[in-house]
Antibody
């Protein structure tokens, strides 16, 4: 059974940094394309970043609002995905989901809440 | 940026057919798919690659795509289908993933 478990969320002030983590279970992580998607309160989902599998080149892409501030990485030896978020803004507030999928988001974690507020 | 537009709301009577549209330029070329989201839960993929139903998704959910419009059809709608629905596509020109504006389905 596929399981994705996010952690690392919390309440922080604008300009601060936060590191999210996702532990993956039940599939061959090293072959998977992985994403972060966020959802602000009362809004629809918004894709944040994707990292391809190493065998597919490990290519990384980001949504425009987070370029230069967020960094997605993977540790295939630990079956772990991370999202380093720097210089956070109030608009970054939301639930952050770790997701398995290629061109669609097949399996979602339960998410971790990030609140950016002064 | 690439945009996907959905109607804000759709109302349907139990047992009837709900139709939700998603409009985007050349959507037929962009791996359109659909998600269902209920309050307090993450979205669930209900249609992938325009027409495919993932394992465990009831047969009353179906999808289709024409040139610029993807359609999610719920046949024989049940009360448990009341939820928000989002379309999503992959835009190869920008290597980005885009969600639609979302449609709230109410079963009256």
């Amino acid at each position: 059974e596929v399981r994705l478990v996010e952690s690392g969320g919390g309440r922080i002030k604008p300009g601060a940094s936060l590191r999210l983590s996702c532990a993956a279970f039940g599939f061959t992580f090293k072959n998977a394309w992985m994403h972060w998607v966020r959802q602000a309160p009362g809004k629809g989902p918004e894709w944040v970043a994707r990292i391809k599998s190493r065998i597919d080149g490990g290519t990384i892409d980001y949504a425009a609002p987070v370029i230069g501030r967020f960094s997605i990485t993977r540790d295939d030896s630990q079956n772990r995905l991370t999202l380093q978020m720097n210089n956070l803004e109030t608009e970054d507030t939301g639930v952050y989901y770790c997701i398995l999928g290629r061109y669609e988001f097949e399996f979602w974690g339960r998410g971790t809440l990030v609140t950016v507020s002064s | 940026s690439y945009d996907l537009t959905q109607p804000p709301s759709v109302s349907v009577s139990p047992g009837q057919t709900a139709t939700i549209t998603c409009s985007g330029v050349k959507l037929v070329d962009k791996y359109a798919c659909w998600y269902q989201q209920k309050p307090g839960q993450p979205p669930v993929l209900v249609i992938s690659q325009h027409t495919e139903r993932p394992s465990g998704i009831p047969a009353r959910f179906s999808g289709s795509t024409s040139e610029n419009t993807a359609t999610l059809t719920i046949s024989g709608t049940q009360a448990i289908d009341e939820a928000d629905y989002y379309c999503q596509a992959w835009d190869s020109s920008t290597s980005s993933y885009v969600f639609g504006t979302g449609t709230k389905v109410t079963v009256l």
